[in-house]
């Protein structure tokens, strides 16, 4: 469970993080804010697509992982691993996309920590179906 709890928690603490950062950018651009928007390239835009991303996988990322760690209290260490390798893809997408050229240029950042979370996100996804599985 300890795994669990430190995986939502840091999950928790970059969605609020690429929050405050959306804002503390909009905050220097407030005269010009509709023209950044629209800019693949303006740090506001890139600071908006990391924020926004991060919130389309981190909901369902800490749910798997809080539901695994109530019913694996003792969560072997490769579940463990895949809890903390899911929260760090995460992470290392946000600032592949935060520091890309544009929101649309390729990055390996933002390669690595997609492929990261869909194999770690489908991962704890079948173990905690298995999981489930066997409680019937």
Not at 47 to 57: F, K, L, S
Not at 72 to 90: D, E, G, H, S, Y
Request: charged share 10%; proline share 5%; hydrophobic share 55%.
């Amino acid at each position: 469970m300890p795994y669990a709890l430190l995986s939502v928690g840091l999950m928790g603490l970059l969605v609020f993080l690429l929050g405050f950062n959306v804002s503390r950018i909009r905050g220097s651009v407030m005269h010009t804010q509709h023209e950044h928007e629209g800019d693949p390239k303006s740090p506001l835009r890139k600071a908006i697509r990391a924020h926004g991303n991060c919130i389309e996988y981190a909901p369902t990322l800490s749910l798997l992982i809080l539901a695994l760690g109530l019913r694996l209290p003792l969560t072997p260490w490769w579940v463990a691993a895949l809890m903390l390798l899911a929260v760090a893809a995460r992470y290392i997408h946000a600032v592949g996309v935060l520091t890309s050229e544009s929101i649309h240029t390729a990055n390996p950042l933002k390669f690595i920590g997609a492929l990261g979370t869909y194999i770690t996100g489908a991962v704890l996804s079948i173990v905690l179906v298995v999981h489930a599985a066997s409680l019937f």
